[in-house]
T-cell receptor
C-alpha cells in the first residue's frame, strides 16, 4: 500500500527565510506526485505536480519541488517565503495508472512578518 | 475553470438524523469524484470513489451503509451520512477529475459536519 510521510508538522519561519518541506513516499511502482496548499478557510489548491520528465518542477507562487527517485522523495522548496504563504501544505501521491490520492499528514507553515 | 462546490458548507444535526452533502463540478464533467474525511490536525483520508452511473468503491474500514454515495450525473455526487453520531463529526471534502484532465483532482471547499 502507498504511504506518504511529511517530516514536520509545524514550521515557523520569518519572512524572506528559505523553505524546504520534506516528503517521502512508499510505493513499489511508478507514481505521480503532488503538493497541495490549504490557506486558512479555503479549499485545497494544487501547487505543483510531477508526472514525468524533468524532476525539478516549478509551481505557482514561486514554489518548486524536486523528485529524487532513489530517495523516494519530493521535497517542496521556496527560496524566500512571504507572510501570505502561511497555510497547510500536503504532499500526495497516486499510482501512475490510477487516480486515488494518498495524502501525507500535512505541514502547517506559519510565516512571521 | 475546474471549480468544485459543496453544499452545505457547514451543518449541525442531532444524533440519529441523516445528512446529505452535495458535491458539484460547476464548469466541467466528471465521471469520477472522491470523498475524503479530514479530522482536526490530520490529513485527508479517502473514504470512497464515486463513479457516475455505478456503485461507489469504498475504502477499507468505511461503512457503505453508513456513508451512502450517489453519483447521479456527470456533475453531481452526494454523500449521505445516515443515522449520524457524534463520532461522525468531521470535515468532509470532495474532489473531481475532469474528463479531459487525466489524474489531476480539483477539490471542493469542504463541509463541516457537527453531530450533537
Amino acid at each position: 500500500a502507498q504511504s506518504v510521510s511529511q517530516h514536520n508538522h509545524h514550521v515557523i519561519l520569518s519572512e524572506a527565510a528559505s523553505l524546504e518541506l520534506g516528503c517521502n513516499y512508499s510505493y513499489g511502482g511508478t507514481v505521480n506526485l503532488f503538493w497541495y496548499v490549504q490557506y486558512p478557510g479555503q479549499h485545497l489548491q494544487l501547487l505543483l505536480k510531477y508526472f514525468s520528465g524533468d524532476p525539478l518542477v516549478k509551481g505557482i507562487k514561486g514554489f518548486e519541488a524536486e523528485f529524487i527517485k532513489s530517495k523516494f522523495s519530493f521535497n517542496l522548496r521556496k527560496p524566500s517565503v512571504q507572510w501570505s504563504d502561511t497555510a497547510e501544505y500536503f504532499c500526495a501521491v497516486n499510482a501512475r495508472n490510477g487516480n486515488k490520492l494518498v495524502f501525507g499528514a500535512g505541514t502547517i507553515l506559519r510565516v512571521k512578518s | 475553470g475546474a471549480v468544485v462546490s459543496q453544499h452545505p458548507s457547514w451543518v449541525i444535526c442531532k444524533s440519529g438524523t441523516s445528512v446529505k452533502i452535495e458535491c458539484r463540478s460547476l464548469d466541467f464533467q466528471a465521471t469520477t469524484m472522491f470523498w475524503y474525511r479530514q479530522f482536526p490536525k490530520q490529513s485527508l483520508m479517502l473514504m470512497a470513489t464515486s463513479n457516475e452511473g455505478s456503485k461507489a468503491t469504498y475504502e477499507q474500514g468505511v461503512e457503505k451503509d453508513k456513508f451512502l454515495i450517489n453519483h447521479a450525473s456527470l456533475t453531481l455526487s452526494t454523500l449521505t451520512v445516515t443515522s449520524a453520531h457524534p463520532e461522525d463529526s468531521s470535515f468532509y471534502i470532495c474532489s473531481a477529475i475532469p474528463l479531459a484532465s487525466g489524474n489531476e483532482q480539483f477539490f471542493g471547499p469542504g463541509t463541516r459536519l457537527t453531530v450533537l
